[in-house]
C-alpha cells in the first residue's frame, strides 16, 4: 500500500509553491524558505510551520490566511499554522530559483556580506548589485523602499532606482 501521508506530504508542498508572497507577488512562501515543515496527521489535519522573514511582518497574517485557504479548498478540515521564530530566517533560506526570480523582477537579491577594505578600517558592507545593469556602484537612498522589507538604493552606474530584499 502506498504510504498515503507521504504522498499528501509532497502535494501540499506543491500547493504551498503556488502561494505567492504578497510583497513580493513573483517569489512563492516556498522560494522564500518561509515554510519550515509540513505535518499531516491525518486526512482531515494538518500543521504547517512557517519561520517570518522578518518580525512584525504584516504580510505573514496575509500568508497564514493564503495557507489556511489553500489547504482547506485542498480538503483538509482543521488547519494549523504555527509561526517558529527560532532559529530565525536568513536569507539564506531562500532558494536559488527564488534569487534568481527577485532579480528578474527588478529587486536585487540578497547577498553573503562582503569585507570591503576602506582607508583606516575593516568594514563590513552588503556589496548591492543593481539587478538593471548588474553594476556593484551603488548607493542607499533610503532604508525603507517601498515597503518595510525592502530598502531603497540607487545605481551609480545607470542611475536606476531599485529595490533591495532586507527581510531579515
Ligand atoms: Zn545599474
Partial sequence: M????EHTESQVWQLLSTVNDPEVPVLSIVDLGIVRNVSVHNAESITVTITPTYSGCPAMDVISMQIRLVLLEYGFKEVKVEKVLSPAWTTDWMSESGKEKLKAYGIAPPLPKQTVCKPDEFQE????????????????????????CKALYQCQDCK???DYFKCH
Fill in 2 to 5: 502506498v504510504n498515503t501521508i
Fill in 125 to 148: 558592507e552588503e556589496a548591492i548589485q543593481c539587478p538593471h545593469c548588474l553594476s556593484y556602484h551603488t548607493r542607499l537612498i533610503s532604508r525603507f523602499g517601498s515597503t518595510a
Fill in 160 to 162: 536606476e532606482p531599485f
